[in-house]
């Protein structure tokens, strides 16, 4: 099993960055891919980006261009660097451990106009 924690959410103006961190109890390796995923209200959780342990990253159309996942593995940590962000953004974001199907319990991302 692994625990994923999040961190780095918050209020943010219309253009600005923030940058996410997720942290796991164990080796980021053994999740064989790492994702973040975003939900705002009303809508459904949608993937905003992956990384793979090779380093080879997806992004949502969305967000392509602007933010940047990368990861840590001597820290056991993965980030997404956020930039020019956009009301559209905000949401609730969960990272995901994909080999053991497991989540984080979200961190809130505002933007305000």
């Known amino acids: 099993q692994v625990q994923l924690v999040e961190s780095g959410g918050g209020l943010v103006q219309a253009g600005g960055s923030l940058r996410l961190s997720c942290a796991a109890s164990?080796?980021?390796?053994?999740?064989?891919?790492m994702a973040w995923y975003r939900q705002a209200p009303g809508k459904q959780r949608e993937l905003v980006a992956r990384i793979t342990n090779s380093g080879s990253t997806d992004y949502a159309d969305s967000v392509k261009g602007r933010f940047t996942f990368s990861r840590d593995n001597a820290k056991n940590t993965v980030y997404l660097q956020m930039n020019s962000l956009k009301p559209e953004d905000a949401a609730v974001y969960y990272c995901?451990?994909?080999?053991?199907?497991?989540w984080g319990q979200g961190t809130q991302v505002t933007v305000s106009s």
């Open positions: 164990r080796s980021i390796f053994y999740c064989l891919d």
């Open positions: 995901r451990c994909g080999a053991y199907d497991r």
